[in-house]
């Protein structure tokens, strides 16, 4: 690949590279909320079912509501706590399933969130490999010319975000359960607050 010479060059570099984490940043944090969502739906209905707070009619539509996602929960299961809780809980809504919904409200409020972290997990996946693919040019034109590294501490907040914000997407390109790992692994990032600071310095 040739490398940047000019001044122009790097610039352009420089903004292309700040556009690219931007819109993957903007995009892996609506993920982020949805898996979020999911994971505190899954407490929720854990807690409702241990406290005994629900009649048979919630309790019945709660079983619907986990039988229809336990692959998802079982997958999520071993990374996250509150998904862990809901998987527990199983052998005690089960008896609700012979229980006939006469309300759908609880159902389908949490179906359709479950709905959203599903669509955002398979977001996530092309997200990754997309990532992957542009970050490689840019990360070229950028970090492998000669002219730009004592360029480069003008720019720290770009390189710093650039730095936070690659691991969570450049290691997707595989099958669910290193996705969901992965995105486990690396999701503090998204509180952390260098990666907030820089991510904010670059809007």
Known sequence: MEVSKTRADFESAVRELTELIKQYAREFLEIYHRIRDFEFDCHQVSQLILSGGGD???????WAYLRDFKEDIALFAPFSYFSKCALEIFPLVKPFASVRMTSRH???FYCERGRKMRLALEKLKGLGEKFHRDSIDVEQRVFFDPYLRDEMKKYLDCWN???AFRPLLTNLRCSWVPVVAT???HRRIV????FNMALGKLN
């Open 56 to 62: 048979n009619e919630i309790n019945s539509q709660i």
């Open 106 to 108: 609880a159902y389908d």
């Open 161 to 163: 975000a650039y730095f």
């Open 183 to 185: 995105f486990f692994k």
């Open 191 to 194: 509180r952390s607050k260098d």
